[in-house]
Nanobody
């Protein structure tokens, strides 16, 4: 089992920045992919960014590329999502998830953290 706990959400004005954190525990995640997702009520879940924990491969949604950066700290077993130039349309609940490398589905999810961007 992998436990994921997100933090760092909050209220920010448009153009501002936030850094989300996802702390992983329970087992080693060196062969896992960690991802950030977002979803608002009534909307489909969107993959924002993902990173192979033990490598350098990353993925960004078009909406995030150039503004968001995903990174990890091996010593802290934590994945971050640095979000810059935030827009009101970035307002969502952001979730961290993990899946074993090569797995088709995301197996473990955090509880989510709310990000609200005011105009």
């Amino acid at each position: 089992q992998v436990q994921l706990v997100e933090s760092g959400g909050g209220l920010v004005q448009a153009g501002g920045s936030l850094r989300l954190s996802c702390a992983a525990s329970g087992r080693t995640i060196s062969n896992y992919v960690l991802g950030w997702f977002r979803q608002a009520p009534g909307k489909e879940r969107e993959t924002v960014a993902a990173i192979l924990y033990s490598g350098s491969s990353t993925y960004y949604a078009d909406s995030a590329r150039g503004r968001f950066t995903i990174s990890r700290d091996h010593a802290k077993n934590t994945v971050y999502l640095q979000m810059n130039s935030l827009k009101p349309e970035d307002t969502d609940v952001y979730y961290c998830a993990a899946k074993y490398r090569g797995s088709a589905s995301w197996e473990y999810w955090g509880q989510g953290t709310q990000v609200t961007v005011s105009s």
